[in-house]
């Protein structure tokens, strides 16, 4: 059973859960997790200015995603930024490459799900997630959330990340912050939920 993380990351917050959500999904036996970033689309002029080069040093070693790659695997978890309350347009451009996996169905009825960052508490983190699964749903995937088994989504005794849609991590107005011991928690209480189901969905 093959399980899929694919991200994209600018300062690293989305990578750091996206290892968390592969290392949730390692538990469940028999699962072969495998790691992707999408292309980055921005010049590196712009990463330079928006000092996001160094940052991403940090994950160059994962391999780019092909988007072929979506259709060999039996469950995908992405991981996607928040940008104005949406998934960031490096992610959106590589789920547009999908056309020929839509046309041939080749998504259909695997699992999906998704996981994400935003610099400000209520900066869009579940419209990001619940936008995504849109796109998830026209692939014909089955969403899977973070369910509230995940009890850490209940804390109100500090700031984080986590809802019913998704594990998600507070980056802070600079990305001064990386996602708490709760938001690793849920990232890979994410990815083990949605292996052991991708393994009863592919039985
Ligand atoms: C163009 C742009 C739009 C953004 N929009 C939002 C937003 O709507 N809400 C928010 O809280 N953060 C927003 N951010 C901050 C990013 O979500 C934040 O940098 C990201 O979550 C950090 O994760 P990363 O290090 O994995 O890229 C935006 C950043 C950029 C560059």
């Known amino acids: 059973m093959k399980v899929l993380v694919v991200f994209y990351s600018m300062y690293g917050h989305v990578y750091r859960l996206a290892e968390a959500i592969a290392e949730g999904a390692r538990t469940v036996a028999g699962t072969q997790v495998d790691m992707r970033r999408v292309p980055e689309t921005l010049p590196e002029e712009a990463l330079k200015k928006m000092g996001a080069v160094d940052a991403q040093k940090a994950f160059a070693h994962i391999p780019v995603c092909k988007i072929e790659e979506l259709a060999s695997a039996d469950a995908i978890l992405f991981g996607a930024p928040t940008r104005f309350g949406n998934m960031c347009g490096q992610m959106r451009q590589f789920l547009d490459a999908a056309i020929q996996l839509w046309v041939s169905g080749a998504l259909v009825g695997k699992a999906g799900s998704v996981f994400t960052s935003s610099a400000t508490q209520h900066g869009g983190q579940e419209s990001t997630i619940l936008s995504f699964h849109i796109t998830l749903l026209h692939l014909g995937m089955v969403i899977i959330g973070l369910p509230y088994t995940f009890q850490g989504q209940m804390r109100i005794d500090e700031i984080t990340g986590g809802s019913p849609y998704g594990a998600s991590t507070i980056a802070g107005g600079q990305g001064e ?16 939920h949605v292996a052991t189901i991708a393994s009863k969905l592919t039985k």
Do not use: D, I
């Open 177 to 192: 912050r990386m996602p708490s011991e709760n938001e690793l928690a849920a990232a890979r209480f994410q990815g083990k």
